[in-house]
């Protein structure tokens, strides 16, 4: 079994070799100014629709990009908007809705998680 321990270790005690057709390549670590700290900025409020004019079907890959992940028997799904301005149009995916489009592979429930930080 390999499990990942990630860390920070200073450029400075790490040792960049390559090897490459017998010939050596070693990278010397250089001096680097502190780049400053971003301030983190808040997120805008999201667009109310308009539900006033008609509606049309569309596929979701037109409003927005995806992500997909597996381990084993678990499998997870992503999904952000393209821009802010439709956000609001991914609420219809639902897990009921997600339930219904992978019943011939789904076994259990499917959780209902919303993460809208990431949504810029």
Known sequence: MVRLFSCRVPRSEVKVQIECQGKTFVDEP????SLPVARPTPHP???E?????????VPLVRLAFGR??????????GSSPAG??????????????????????????????CCREFMQ
């Open 45 to 47: 409020e999201p667009i």
């Open 30 to 33: 250089r001096a680097v100014d």
């Open 84 to 113: 802010l301005s439709i956000a609001f149009y991914l609420e219809g995916l639902s897990p009921k809705v997600v339930a219904r489009c992978f019943s011939i592979y789904l076994e259990g429930e499917v959780d209902d998680i």
């Open 68 to 77: 997909s992940g597996d381990k084993g028997n678990n499998a997870n799904m």
């Open 49 to 57: 629709p308009d539900h006033s004019g008609q509606t049309a079907a």
